[in-house]
């Protein structure tokens, strides 16, 4: 009775808001979910270690299944969601992650930690790269900013709440809740994604590009595990090495591949597109430098300025708030400057903002550095939401499914270089100062480097024509192209 009770509620909730709010709020509980679950674990390992009588190096293979499995299956997840449907492969990944989130939660030997992770990835591989497709195929173009930018603010405020809340879980109560309280939030996402998200389904489907997806799934997930091995003094050097040979082997036969074949896993022709084209590299040089902030930040407080583990995941939820801000501000943003010139600028805010905590030492007050990483969390969320929708500004609903696998790969790519390139400046420093301990002295060098690949994007994002996206922005109005897609709205 309770649980009809609360669908009725939740049922009368939803039909007050329009598709691009209530869309894209749904897909976030599983981004969400994604994000929260990849931070909070990295702070849970060495107990996890101790728990399960192993070393916290030989436990990094439960992190690596997850990644190679994401590497394997996201370029499959566009095809599979145009073959049986979005809606449906969207609420079958959130059963998959949930169910092997309860399973890492009831390991009890590294084996099968390891095996419940590469479920769990399975899941992720399709969940996230889907719920984009659903929210692209259920607004209108010049909704699509607005819309995408519900979608940011859980992608930056997972890996923010990440290590204070596995910090606390791990402290107060066991390491299995970690796992656990993904289920929750998976409920709440299937519940909604049953009563509001609307079915698509595209016709005329070809063959599936088994070669593809195997030149494809190796060459991402070596190329993701070279990432993640780099920063692991205990893996061989050689293996690093021979790790990303396989994967750029394996890319280039993909390439030779994708250029014969009529229907390939990954559609590389899209690159055609000055928007997509534009949104994949200067995206992908974004992304670089955002993604070692998860790392350089926790560390920068806590090594640098002995706060807690809680105390710098407060610190860094401040960003999260700025993300916040943005929400409402960005079409307005898109209407006065357009694409071109906001992603431009932005990338250079981006870049200051990611250098100022190479500034920061002892006497720096804690305001001034909370409202730094506030400012910079608004930019970052808004470069973000440019980013995001200019990449599909030119792409129509036949090759959408192509292109949010496109990208969630390259996405993919980019966030684990992010961390690399974090680690080997880092480490870079401990060796050339001959220190065994990081200081605050350590880190200028990385914050340095990374605003760098912020400024690197802005190229990019400076040859896209001027009336770029001049209907997503909102700047103009143009008639939509009609497809032949077979939309059944669920119930409400």
């Known amino acids: 009775m309770a649980m009809t009770y609360a669908m009725m509620a939740l049922s009368k909730l939803g039909s007050r808001l329009p598709l691009r709010v209530l ?5 976030a509980c599983a981004l969400f979910m ?9 702070t849970a390992l060495p107990a996890i270690a101790n728990d399960l009588h192993q070393s916290p190096i030989q436990l990094k293979l439960a992190l690596t299944s997850y990644l190679l499995t994401l590497g394997v299956f996201i370029p499959a997840s566009g095809w599979v969601a145009d073959r049986w449907g979005a809606r449906l492969i969207f609420r079958l ?6 169910l092997g989130s309860a399973l890492c ?52 405020i997972g890996p923010v709440v990440g290590p204070p809340l596995g910090g606390l879980i791990t402290t107060y109560y066991t390491w299995r809740w970690i796992f656990w309280i993904n289920l929750p939030i998976a409920a709440l996402g299937l519940v909604l994604a049953t009563l509001f998200i609307p079915e698509t389904r595209m016709a005329g489907i070809g063959r599936f590009d088994f070669i593809g997806f195997v030149l494809s799934g190796v060459g991402l997930s070596t190329l993701v595990a070279g990432s993640s091995a780099a920063d ?15 994967g750029t082997i ?94 431009a600028i932005n990338s250079i805010l981006c870049a200051f903002t990611l250098l100022a905590p190479a500034a920061f030492n002892l006497s720096t007050p804690i305001w001034l550095m909370s409202l730094v990483l506030l400012i910079g969390g608004f930019f970052r969320s808004l470069q973000f939401t440019c980013i995001n929708a200019i990449t ?6 036949p090759q959408m499914s192509q292109a949010t696998s496109f990208s969630s790969v390259a996405q993919q790519l980019s966030l684990s270089l992010g961390i690399t390139v974090g680690a080997a400046v880092l480490q870079a420093e401990l060796t050339f100062r001959g220190q065994p301990r990081l200081t605050i002295a350590d880190f200028w060098l990385a914050f340095v480097v990374v605003s760098l690949f912020s400024i690197f994007s802005g190229f990019s994002f400076l040859r896209l024509p001027r009336d770029a996206g001049e209907e997503v922005a909102g700047r103009k109005r143009v008639e939509s192209v009609q497809v032949n897609i077979s939309t059944v709205r669920s119930e409400r």
């Open 250 to 343: 394996c890319s280039v036969l993909y390439y030779f591949h994708a250029k014969r074949s009529p229907a390939p896993i990954l559609d590389l022709d899209l690159l055609k597109y000055p928007t997509f084209r534009s949104g994949i590299t200067g995206g992908s040089f974004f992304r670089i430098g955002i993604g070692s902030l998860p790392l350089l930040l926790p560390l920068l407080f806590q090594l640098g300025f002995g706060f807690s583990p809680l105390g710098s995941g407060l610190m860094t939820f401040v960003a999260a708030v700025g993300a916040m801000g943005m929400k409402t501000t960005a079409g307005g943003i898109l209407k006065r400057f357009g694409f071109r010139t906001t992603l």
């Open 105 to 156: 939660g009831l390991a009890n030997s590294i084996q099968f930690l390891i095996l419940a992770r590469a479920l769990q990835g399975i899941g992720g591989a399709m969940m996230v790269p889907v719920g984009r497709l659903v929210i692209l195929r259920s607004v209108a173009r010049s909704e699509m900013v607005g819309a995408l930018a519900w979608l940011t603010i859980p992608a930056l």
């Open 23 to 27: 869309v894209p709020l749904i897909v």
């Open 232 to 246: 692991t003094p205990a893996i061989p050097l050689p293996v690093t090495i021979g790790l990303f040979i396989i």
């Open 392 to 397: 599909y500004a030119e792409i129509d609903q």
């Open 34 to 42: 994604e994000n929260l679950d990849a931070t909070v674990l990295s």
């Open 93 to 98: 990944a959130i059963l998959v992650f949930a």
